[in-house]
């Protein structure tokens, strides 16, 4: 493989050639895990843990975020507080992107994966204008993002588009929106999905998302931020959402899932068996991965970001907890909220 530079940066050709697997980001065709710094006891930038058999975790994170997100001046502190989502959203194929967002302006990048680990060049992407996450009601800015993979065209039954869809969590309800057929070209939030969470009281506001693909549908976890509810919505689940179905999420675990025990999640069927589990990762880099089998979670181990130490292998599935609330159904329809034609054709 030939190299190039760009920006001064001399990166691996990228290897458009092969469709990588979810979250791989490395080409070694296991999951990995990908994490903003300064957090989770992790220095500034985004932070990739190399994924091994049977959805473990192996080795030391390494800086994938090292050269910062501009041309000159940059630094993995330009990571602070951003959100990253792994995904095909260059071609819909070849190596793993990652889409950059900033929940406190709106703005967003689509870097482009280098195929295998090596760090990333904020100059080999394009940039997302804050308009494609504003709001069209009130302009407020979505709190989490998500990859939403072939939701929207599926339900749509429109042309075929192999670039992801977005989910987000924006004016306490869960939204849709669209995305034209080029990198980074995603359309403001359209379909509200339902205004009311998963327990069935309340909006949205102090929940997160996270989704990993399943045949390029996205499969959800939804958790309080605060009460540490955690909740799964099935790829089945989320397109009956988008069709003015109502569903009931399966409630995972009733407590213990909050930002304050676990600060960061993050989906991915780690053994790709087909069935979306989960990977938490607490204040000091330890990184658990749960095997999801649609209602329980087993814990398959404990792995350190910054030593590399395993711990705690093996564990017994969580029991079910029975719900403290009945789950309201989801509004009856989608509500569509009106803005001029044009940003409609896609």
Do not use: C
């Not at 895990?33 to 190399?50: K, M």
């Not at 909006?203 to 549908?217: E, F, G, Q, R």
């Not at 069935?275 to 087993?298: C, E, M, Q």
């Not at 814990?299 to 009945?326: E, I, M």
Request: aromatic fraction near 6%; charge should be negative.
């Amino acid at each position: 493989m030939t190299a190039a530079a760009l920006g001064g940066l001399v990166l691996p050709a990228h290897a458009d050639t092969v469709t990588a697997v979810e979250n791989d980001l490395n080409g070694d065709g296991y999951t990995d895990l990908v994490v903003v710094g300064n957090q989770a006891s992790l220095d500034a930038g985004l932070w990739l843990t190399d994924g091994a058999v049977g959805g473990n975790l192996t080795g030391t994170a390494t800086d994938i975020g090292v050269n910062g997100l501009g041309a000159s001046g940059s630094s993995p502190a330009d990571y602070n507080g951003r959100q990253a989502i792994v995904g095909h959203f260059r071609t819909g194929a070849g190596p793993n992107d990652v889409l950059i967002y900033n929940p406190a302006t709106g703005s967003g990048t689509v870097i482009y994966g280098t195929g295998d680990g090596s760090p990333l060049n904020p100059l080999s992407g394009i940039g997302v204008p804050s308009v494609a996450f504003t709001s069209p009601v009130t302009g407020a800015l979505p709190t989490f993002i998500a990859n939403a993979g072939q939701l929207y065209t599926t339900a749509a039954q429109g042309e075929p588009n192999p670039l992801p869809s977005l989910l987000s969590v924006l004016d306490g309800a869960l939204w849709l929106q669209p995305t034209a057929a080029a990198p980074g070209a995603f359309f403001p939030p359209e379909l509200v999905l339902t205004e009311t969470n998963p327990t069935g009281s309340g909006n949205w506001s102090d929940w997160s998302i996270t989704t990993a693909l399943v045949d390029n549908m996205p499969a959800l976890f939804a958790r309080s931020e605060t009460g540490g509810q955690l909740y799964y919505y099935s790829p089945a689940a989320l397109l009956d959402m988008t069709l003015g179905t109502p569903t009931t999420p399966v409630l995972v675990a009733a407590e213990g899932w909050d930002a304050a025990a676990k600060p960061l999640v993050q989906a991915a069927d780690v053994d790709q068996d087909g069935t979306v589990d989960l990977r938490a990762v607490d204040a000091s880099g330890n990184a658990t991965t749960y095997r999801f089998d649609g209602t329980a979670l087993t814990a398959l181990g404990t792995h350190n970001l910054l030593t590399g130490a395993d711990s705690a292998p093996g564990g017994t599935p969580t029991a079910t907890p029975t719900p403290t609330v009945t789950p309201a159904p989801t509004p009856t329809g989608p509500k569509r909220h009106p803005h001029p034609t044009k940003s409609r054709q896609h």
